[in-house]
């Protein structure tokens, strides 16, 4: 009971962060991306990818391909990192599964791609950095990039870049050239805004 209360006292103040950036991220992935054909980069893109070719929804998909990326990166993962993103992630994955029990909220953007890149990219690039802001990430893209960048010495932008492009490519199978050109428009502007939150990640957190 001591530790549970201890636990509470230290990530409470989190909590509405890491649930908030997850439940902003599942809707946005749910109204707008996966209804645009416009996708993501890294593990986020790669649930789109499986939801296409598999009978499998990214509530499903999000678990498993998060405890690959976490197993890999858990060294490099500190505790607090770990317990927060282990939050974020199951919050994504009930979010979006409630989500799916629903006709989608906003109107199909298919026909505005660059609005829904735009779009999507906010609500991706919002949804993960108020994740990051409170010390935690909601996918494994974080894990495994540390991980790749310590065994290979290759810089973790670097690796971020390399993962969003591989899933891109890979989603040509799916999506036009023409709809992957928004997509790249979209995991620039979720970077971009990731980015921004990370650079203000709340002290009193750490």
């Known amino acids: ?122 609500f991706v690039g919002i949804g993960v950095g108020l994740a990051v802001r409170a010390g935690g990430a909601t996918s494994g893209d974080d894990a495994l990039a540390m991980a790749i960048s310590s065994l290979s010495g290759i810089k973790v932008s670097r690796v971020y870049f390399i993962s969003d492009i591989s899933v891109l490519l890979l989603s040509l199978s799916y999506i036009p050239l023409s709809r992957i050109i928004y997509s790249l428009i979209t995991v620039i502007l979720s970077s971009f805004l990731i980015e921004r939150f990370q650079k203000h990640t709340m002290k009193s957190f750490q």
């Not at 994955?93 to 629903?102: I, K, P, Q, R, S």
């Open 1 to 122: 009971m001591i530790q549970i209360r201890a636990y509470w006292k230290q990530y409470r103040n989190r909590l509405p962060f890491l649930l908030g950036g997850a439940a902003i991220l599942a809707f946005g992935m749910y109204n707008v991306h996966s209804q645009s054909g416009v996708t993501e980069g890294g593990v986020l893109g790669a649930l789109l990818l499986i939801e296409h070719w598999l009978p499998i929804s990214p509530a499903v998909s999000s678990v498993v391909l998060n405890i690959i990326c976490y197993g890999i990166g858990l060294k490099c993962l500190g505790k607090d990192f770990a317990v927060c993103s282990v939050i974020a992630t199951g919050a994504f994955t009930v979010f979006y599964g409630f989500l799916e029990l629903f006709p989608p909220l906003l109107p199909s953007l298919a026909g505005k791609p660059l609005a829904a890149a735009l779009l999507g990219g906010c």
